[in-house]
């Protein structure tokens, strides 16, 4: 069986933390990785005037791409092989649906610490609602 990992990322110290978890757990873990950054572009353009919308995901898409292929070379120097994967649209939404259509065995992604188990049940967080809406197993680090 060819196990497969998702691993979601953006540009936050979460993100730092969860890679150096995975390089510090590699002799647990698969050695091939998807790195998924999913540019939220549901709520970032709002104030935005249609003429320059094109211009901010133009940027938005050149800086996350510069942010996965760091976080990869990272893992790659570990001895990871790394696909790398960029998607527009809700990260609460693209990644459950990527994770399920696409029948990866093990989803790891990072839990920011502070936000408060509250502020989480109010208004939820990336990680707790893919927690619960994927089909593959979670390792929420």
Do not use: W
């Not at 050149?62 to 942010?67: L, P």
């Not at 188990?117 to 390792?139: M, Q, T, W």
């Amino acid at each position: 069986m060819n196990t497969r990992i998702l691993i979601p990322v953006n540009d936050s110290p979460t993100t730092e933390q969860t890679i150096s978890d995975v390089i510090n757990y590699k002799e647990k873990l698969p050695l091939r990785l998807v790195l998924l950054h999913v540019i939220n572009d549901q709520l970032a353009y709002r104030m935005i005037p249609d003429f320059q919308i094109e211009m901010v995901r133009e940027n938005a898409e050149k800086a996350a791409r510069n942010r996965l292929e760091i976080l990869a070379e990272k893992l790659r120097q570990t001895g990871f092989t790394v696909e790398l994967r960029l998607e527009f649209g809700a990260p609460r939404q693209v990644i459950p649906h990527i994770a399920n259509d696409e029948e990866f065995q093990l989803l790891v992604i990072g839990r920011k610490t502070g936000g408060g188990e509250i502020r989480d049940v109010l208004f939820g967080s990336v990680a707790n609602y893919v927690l619960h809406n994927v089909k593959c197993p979670v390792l929420l680090l």
